[in-house]
Structures are given as structure tokens and as C-alpha cells.
């Protein structure tokens, strides 16, 4: 069983920046695939970013390329995920996920190959 728990979010002003930590319980934790997503209100579970266990190769939602980068410490168990240049339209609670295996970018985008969830951490950007 992995748990994962996000952290850093908050109030930010446009153009500001956050730093979102997903720390990650188990020993398996370098193994596995990692992804950040997030949920506006009255909106779908949105993909943002995910990256392969060797760091290498991550990919991008269209919307953050360019301003949000996804890095991993696996000595900490810890996955990051900068964001700059921060626009109100990144407003939403965002999640952490761990995939046992990394499947296509289509499903790893869709969500559908990650076997555990974080409880998710508010990020509000504010005009």
C-alpha cells in the first residue's frame, strides 16, 4: 500500500509562484510512475503533468508547458511539481497519483493506470 500526501498550495497572485510536494510512503516508491492532476470546481479531473521513474521524458498538458515543471527525488519518496508564471485559470484542488507501471501517455493522461491518489492540495490564484 503507498499513500501520498500533497502539500504546499495555497493563495498566490497571477504571475506568482508555488511549489507542490507529493511525499510518497513504501519502499517501492522509485519504481513507480508519477503524475499530477487537478480539479476545478464544476470541472473534470484535469491532466497536468506526469514523469517516468527515471525522471526522464516527462510529459505536459498543452495549458502548463512551459510554466509548470515535474521533477522527483526517489531518495526522498517525494514528487515536485513547480509552477511559474501562475494564471487564475490554474485555480483547482491538485492531486498526486502513482501508476505501478507506466502504460501509453493516453492512458497515463486520461488517469486510467494509476493505482493510488493523493487527497489533493488547493492552489487559488487570485487576478
Known amino acids: 500500500q503507498v499513500q501520498l500526501v500533497e502539500s504546499g498550495g495555497g493563495l498566490v497572485q497571477a504571475g506568482g509562484s508555488l511549489r507542490l510536494s507529493c511525499a510518497a510512503s513504501g519502499r517501492t516508491f522509485p519504481t513507480y510512475a508519477m503524475g499530477w492532476f487537478r480539479q476545478a470546481p464544476g470541472k473534470e479531473r484535469e491532466f497536468v503533468t506526469a514523469?517516468?521513474?527515471?525522471?526522464?521524458?516527462?510529459y505536459y498538458a498543452d495549458s502548463v508547458k512551459g510554466r509548470f515543471t515535474i521533477s522527483r527525488d526517489n531518495a526522498k519518496n517525494t514528487v515536485y511539481l513547480q509552477m511559474n508564471s501562475l494564471k487564475p485559470e490554474d485555480t483547482a484542488v491538485y492531486y498526486c497519483?502513482?501508476?505501478?507501471?507506466?502504460?501509453?501517455?493516453?492512458?497515463?493522461?486520461?488517469?486510467?493506470?494509476?493505482?493510488?491518489w493523493g487527497q489533493g492540495t488547493q492552489v487559488t490564484v487570485s487576478s
Open positions: 514523469i517516468r521513474w527515471t525522471g526522464y521524458s516527462p
Open positions: 497519483a502513482a501508476a505501478v507501471k507506466w502504460g501509453s501517455i493516453t492512458t497515463m493522461m486520461a488517469g486510467d493506470e494509476y493505482d493510488y
